[in-house]
């Protein structure tokens, strides 16, 4: 069973039709649940990290919630050039590994 | 400019050989990782190293090796033992690793470009 979860697959906008991308997890003893964007052929670029239920992070046009069971990337507003894939992944307490989701890929089309 | 670097972008086996995968970081990070990714498939973790002279293994270690002699400098080599080498392999560091108690934004990992290892 996976332990991080990420919906959907893939996902298409128009430009400016704002949307949310899901991270759900089974793990407890939560640390830290980090986002990270890929584009195509290169390392995952750092966005955000969220240590706490209730805490929110923003830059730019994305913004990045948590809950006890699932974090949300929300994109408002989105531009072509956000088109990436999006990866959702956590550590745990006792562990020492940054555990993946397979990543949502985004595509905004002008 | 402080970052991961690895070398080569793209490299290419041939069958019975083994390559190293290169990785050096100008961070001052303690902690140093090797991830490696298949289409449809999160990132999976090979080998990570918390200090030098110690390194762990990962999920899939079977048929990798690593060293870590410096403190920037992590290289993974990929062994004729592993018999299905072709995928996009990072490397990432940290200031501490997971599962510590840490200050924020220590545990937070950044990743280099990453190599394309095919099978001739």
């Known amino acids: 069973e996976d332990q991080v979860t990420q919906s959907p697959e893939a996902l298409r906008l128009q430009e400016g039709e704002s949307s949310s991308l899901n991270c759900s997890y089974t793990?407890?003893?939560?640390?830290?649940l980090f986002w990270y964007r890929q584009d195509p052929g290169k390392g995952p670029e750092f966005l955000f990290t969220l240590y706490s239920a209730g805490e929110e992070k923003e830059k730019e046009r994305l913004k990045a919630t948590l809950t006890k069971k699932e974090s949300f990337l929300h994109i408002t507003a989105p531009k072509p050039e956000d088109s990436a894939t999006y990866l959702c992944a956590l550590t745990q307490g006792g562990s020492e590994k940054l555990v993946f989701g397979k990543g949502t890929k985004l595509t905004v089309n002008p | 400019d402080g970052g991961i670097t690895q070398s080569p972008k793209y490299l290419f086996r041939k069958e019975g050989q083994n390559v190293t995968l290169s990785c050096e970081q100008n961070l001052n990070h303690d902690a140093m990782y090797w991830y490696r990714q298949d289409p449809g498939q999160g990132l999976r973790l090979i080998y990570y190293s918390q200090i030098v002279n110690d390194f762990q293994k990962g999920d899939i270690a079977e048929g990798y090796s690593v060293s870590r002699e410096k403190k920037e400098s992590f290289p993974l080599t990929v062994t004729s033992a592993q018999k299905n080498p072709t995928a996009f392999y990072l490397c990432?560091?940290?200031?501490?690793?997971?599962?510590?108690?840490?200050?924020?934004?220590?545990?937070?990992?950044?990743f280099g470009a990453g190599t394309r290892l095919s099978v001739l």
């Open positions: 990432a560091s940290s200031i501490d690793p997971p599962g510590r108690e840490y200050r924020d934004r220590e545990d937070i990992q950044y």
């Open positions: 793990v407890s003893g939560l640390r830290g």
